[in-house]
């Protein structure tokens, strides 16, 4: 009996160890329990620029006028035939993605990496600034929550509230930053390679934007001042290095409506396309001569081809006008004598690019410069801050490595020189605010949510439509078709909103 109970016990030792040791093994140490922070941010950038880029040839890029379809090519966006459908992805897609932001601050949260959760902070306010502009009033406090029992359909709050929130959220990621150990680090950072006072000085220009957007309806001059006077409590962007500028390491996720295999012409831009710079820009370009036309625009194809036959002939630009219907297209053509080929493609340069620019040293010039002239207590010299506003966004596009101008178009130093030197650049008294809104739509081209914002609260540069265009200009977009099913949706509109869905033609709450 006594052999038989010892080896009992050493089997039921041999089994429990076994099991222990199965238990360890198992373990994936590729599957972890605890999720690091920094996987979830790479996708969290990309996807947040991507909700920037589809704007450009979109339906912001068209309201706004950076682009325009050759007539009766785009019969919702240019002739603003618009619907809920209209705008579902746009809504689904920014969403979606602020799921994956709120997941990052709680583990932020939860790991004690206060780094973490600012750029959680920074990013959903990047993103929800743009579904606020676009739409007005949105869920905040309850977005990217549908996971969460109670909130499968989130609690919608006005535009200003949204506002409010979004300034305060930046205002907590500068103090987190501020207060962080300098010795943190932020992983797999691709905007700005774990620079914390880099995401800094971003969130502080956001703020500045987003206080300059709303200044039409609130009082916001002393904190516009607060931030331009004290660098040191509130850092912004120093140069055209410190501006938030996405660089991409692949050829898929790029601007990806006007960014094709190379044609084989040697032209390197896409002719065959239905889209066309539109001639407000085009226009307003060479009015002085401004060398961002041949960065921004293509000769026009018929002026390629006749260049390429005898060098001799010069190239030629030319604008398309927006929202043109087919019948008023086709009769453009008889009245000019042009055709489709005589209007000119996005440019060569921006082809190639592989760059995203989600908010520039420019614009953060611009908006300070328009502080200093509407009397906001912000120190400085409103020629001067104009000045250097215009210099940073030529340097937007320097020569890359030995490529010729043929080859890459680029700004040289002489041509920016010669550009800013002309008097009809320099900043006037009596158009001081036009001249600089028509600037940051000019440095906003391809962003089209933001050329639209400013154009919108401005209303510069002056916009016509189509001579026979369904309605008026957008100003709002339309919440998508499913998102019309929210019943906290409905009830918003109803308590709100006297019961009727907005359109593409209700103002948002920013507007003047």
């Given at each position: 009996m006594r052999t038989y109970t010892y080896f009992l016990a050493v089997i039921l030792s041999l089994t429990l160890g076994s099991c222990r040791d199965f238990e360890a093994i ?184 987003m206080l300059m957007r709303e200044s039409e309806r609130v009082d916001v001059s002393a904190a516009v001042a607060e931030i331009f006077n004290n660098p040191e409590s509130y ?62 625009v293509s000769p026009t194809r018929n002026s390629y081809n006749a260049h390429r036959q005898n060098a001799t002939t010069p190239y030629a630009y030319r604008g398309q006008r ?191």
């Amino acid at each position: 009996m006594r052999t038989y109970t010892y080896f009992l016990a050493v089997i039921l030792s041999l089994t429990l160890g076994s099991c222990r040791d199965f238990e360890a093994i198992n373990i994936n140490p590729n599957n972890p329990d605890v999720v690091p922070p920094e996987t979830l941010l790479p996708p969290i950038i990309s996807g947040a620029v991507n909700t920037m880029t589809s704007s450009g040839g979109g339906h912001a890029g068209q309201f706004v006028q950076h682009i325009a379809y050759v007539g009766g090519m785009s019969e919702g966006s240019g002739r603003y035939n618009l619907t809920g459908a209209s705008f579902r992805e746009e809504w689904n897609g920014a969403m979606r993605l602020i799921k994956d932001v709120n997941q990052l601050r709680l583990l932020g949260q939860q790991n004690q990496q206060p780094q973490y959760e600012a750029l959680a902070l920074i990013l959903k306010v990047y993103i929800l600034s743009i579904m606020s502009d676009a739409y007005g009033d949105i869920p905040y406090n309850e977005a990217g929550m549908g996971d969460v029992a109670g909130l499968e359909f989130p609690n919608y709050q006005a535009q200003q509230e949204v506002y409010g929130l979004m300034l305060a959220d930046l205002e907590q990621a500068n103090q987190l930053l501020r207060d962080a150990d300098p010795s943190l680090t932020i992983n797999r950072d691709i905007l700005y390679n774990g620079n914390l006072q880099n995401w800094r000085k971003f969130a502080n220009a956001l703020k500045v934007r987003m206080l300059m957007r709303e200044s039409e309806r609130v009082d916001v001059s002393a904190a516009v001042a607060e931030i331009f006077n004290n660098p040191e409590s509130y850092p912004l962007f120093e140069g055209v290095e410190d501006q938030a500028t996405l660089v991409y390491n692949n050829n898929s996720d790029l601007y990806s409506w006007f960014i094709l295999n190379p044609p084989a012409d040697g032209s390197g831009v896409n002719y065959d396309g239905n889209d066309r710079v539109s001639d407000v820009m085009v226009n307003m370009l060479q009015s002085k001569a401004d060398p961002r036309l041949y960065i921004y625009v293509s000769p026009t194809r018929n002026s390629y081809n006749a260049h390429r036959q005898n060098a001799t002939t010069p190239y030629a630009y030319r604008g398309q006008r927006a929202g043109l219907s087919a019948l008023e297209q086709d009769a453009l053509y008889q009245q000019t004598g042009l055709n489709r080929d005589d209007f000119s493609v996005v440019g060569k340069r921006i082809r190639k690019e592989n760059r995203a620019f989600l908010m520039t040293y420019s614009e953060t010039l611009f908006l300070k410069a328009e502080a200093i002239v509407r009397n906001m207590g912000v120190q400085g010299d409103a020629q001067s801050v104009y000045h250097e506003a215009l210099a940073a966004s030529l340097a937007k596009w320097p020569q890359v490595g030995q490529a010729s101008q043929e080859e890459t178009p680029y700004i040289s130093a002489e041509q920016a020189q010669v550009f800013l030197s002309r008097e009809d650049v320099a900043l006037q008294e009596s158009t001081a605010l036009q001249q600089i809104a028509e600037q940051q739509w000019i440095d906003a081209f391809l962003n089209g949510y933001e050329g639209w914002a400013s154009w919108r609260r401005t209303g510069y540069p002056e916009l016509q439509p189509g001579p026979s265009v369904i309605a008026q200009i957008p100003v709002r977009y339309v919440y998508s078709d499913n998102e019309q099913n929210n019943p906290n949706l409905i009830k918003w509109v109803n308590e709100q909103m006297g019961g009727t869905m907005p359109t593409h033609n209700t103002k948002v709450w920013f507007q003047p």
